[in-house]
């Protein structure tokens, strides 16, 4: 997980915050433009999360579900100051997935990786704060596909398509088949899972987990091996130890061809 040393301008946070930050060391540890991520090294370790006003509220809510079932973060506070949300939660142990001990040993962790999904696929749904999460998903992927914003260059040539006309075609086809009765992280890669020494110690980033169909795990966690181990290789260990009878590679294809849409 990336970590680099800050000297912060405490004054930026809120005032709830600021105790918590002084004579600590802090660190940068965001991973992406949309949002802020500081790790605060003290007590064993904490994140907050800084977002545009509003956007974390349901991350924050989904992270408390998935720690009430002993798979994710603590949720300490979370709160809305100005234009920014603020979202405070409690380090999950370990290392993420991406840590070299991990990646050093790719047939064990790709075995790791579907074994830890069909756990969380086969836990109860009651209770989770987005029942609706397929629905607004294929919504996105529509709004994006009629606005334009179609980009496969993050996929392998296994997932890709040769336009936006030919994935859409692909989504739009099969798109009644998938069904809402899974409990889904929605972003399940490598630097989203974190274990402690080989064990599974709890999920993070859980903003687009809801009830959804399972193969857009899958879809991820099959690229994700892709993507941080430079090669197909580790894909078919994922999905036996899984279960590959429940893969379906046609609704692969449906969930891929969502995906180029953003």
């Known amino acids: 997980m990336k970590r680099t ?22 660190y940068d540890s965001s991973c992406s433009p949309e949002a802020r991520v500081y790790f605060i090294d003290r007590d064993g370790g904490c ?4 977002a545009p006003a509003g956007s974390l509220k349901n991350e924050a809510k989904k992270t408390d579900f998935f720690h009430q079932k002993g798979l ?9 100051e100005g234009e920014r949300d603020w979202l405070l939660t409690r380090a999950v142990r370990g290392e993420d997935c991406t840590h070299a001990d991990y990646l050093a040993d790719p047939v064990r962790l790709a075995s790791l990786l579907g074994e830890t999904l069909r756990a969380l696929h086969e836990l109860p749904t009651d209770g989770c704060p987005a029942p609706d999460y397929l629905d607004r998903y294929l919504a996105l992927a529509e709004s994006n596909y009629r606005t334009g914003n179609y980009d496969q260059s993050a996929f392998p040539d296994s997932f890709g398509y040769a336009s936006a006309e030919e994935a859409w075609a692909i989504l739009t086809e099969g798109r009644h088949l998938l069904r809402a009765d899974t409990l889904i992280h929605g972003d399940y890669c490598l630097p989203n899972i974190m274990l402690d020494g080989w064990k599974f110690s709890g999920f993070i980033d859980l903003g687009n987990s809801g009830i959804a169909d399972r193969h857009i795990d899958l879809f991820w966690g099959a690229w994700t091996l892709w993507f941080n181990l430079h090669t197909n290789r580790y894909r078919e260990i994922f999905f036996d130890a899984y279960g590959r009878e429940r893969v379906d590679e046609d609704l692969l294809r449906v969930i891929a061809a969502a995906e180029v849409f953003g």
Request: glycine content about 2%; charged content about 10%.
């Open 72 to 80: 994710g973060a603590e949720v300490l506070s979370y709160l809305t």
């Open 47 to 50: 994140y907050l999360k800084s």
């Open 5 to 26: 040393l800050l000297t912060p301008d405490v004054s930026i946070f809120p005032a709830v915050y600021r105790p918590l930050l002084a004579n600590a060391p802090v």
